[in-house]
């Protein structure tokens, strides 16, 4: 089955307002989800994905009223509200004092999403039908993995330990675009489906300053943070080395590619090559990559995961063009990247 039912919704919401994790369909990746007011649920997800505790994780809520209970948008998260919502956007927002901060790892900030999927947005609803306010959820993979995109991915990932909501395969199939508004101007935290070109037309309707520049792809946790510097919210998505899989992925300019390829050959590696115009016929998989980078970033992480399971050891990845369009593609290729090889490296980042 690949959409779940009303009579499935209904129940997953009972389910997350009962304390339980539940995985649901996006329209960016797959989130494992639990009641943001619920400290013991909140903890589930941390221990489930592995993640360090105090990496904030996104509120998920129905509309932008429902947004306003966690925290105050301001007139540049309202302006970008109501453009992007609901679609794949994250804001960074001041929180309520009141509002709980178990799921924002205890920031004055909280992350607030509203998401376009028919499926989240009808478990949302169910959820706020029956008195809930938000659903915390990090993209449903082990930290540091790739996000899932499907409905299987999540079940390799954890089996049957959670219930899945299947929506079928993630139209984006990145990550949300972050937005920290918290500061009163527009800072982009991590590139997603909507563009900077896209928020900056929104904001200069608005009469408001556009996009400011954004912290260097550092956190706290990666120990690359001067202590001087101001504090910073927390992005692990920001970490250098994250989304990766286990072989060992390189990213190649065209014109080095068949040198790379034969390298690694030669050490009797598998090999995978993703290509856009070069010609490759001898790696062990050739995938054609669509020059159109909507459906790129639809397939980057199913595909990633598919070489992960045919056991391939390197992935070898023409190096996509630059431009506003790809930056959410090349942000999560170079994290990859850097990340990769836990196979053929002995990382112990899990
Ligand atoms: O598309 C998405 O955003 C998906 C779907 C499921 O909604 N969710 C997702 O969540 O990617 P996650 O936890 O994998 O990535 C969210 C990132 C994390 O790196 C987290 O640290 C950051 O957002 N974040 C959350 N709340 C924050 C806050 N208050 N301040 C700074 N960063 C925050
Ligand atoms: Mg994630």
Redesign the pocket.
Known sequence: MTTATAQQVESAARELLAGGVVAFA?E?????GANAEDARAVQAIYQLKG?PAG??????VSTLASARYWGRLGRVGEALASAFWPG?L?L?VL?HPAAPAYA??D?Q???L?C?SHPLAQALLKAFEAQGGHGVA?????RFGGV?PTTAAHVRTDFGDRVTVLDGGPSA?G???T?V?V?RGFATI??P?DISAGQINDVLLDSGLDTLREGPAHT?PDTGTESVDQPR???????MAAHYAPTATLELVAPAQLPARLTHWQNRGKRVACCVLTVNVTQADHVEQASADPAQYGRRLYAMLRGFDEDGIEVILIEQPPTGQQWAAINDRLGRAQTGSGKATKGSSRD
């Open positions: 996006t960016t990746v797959y989130g494992l993640r990496h904030p994780l996104i509120v998920h794949p994250t960074i929180r924002c790892g920031e900030t909280v992350g999403r998401p959820a990090p993209s449903a993979n996000s984006v990145l990550e949300s972050i920290d918290s935290l991590r997603g956190c910073r919210p927390r992005v692990s998505g920001s």
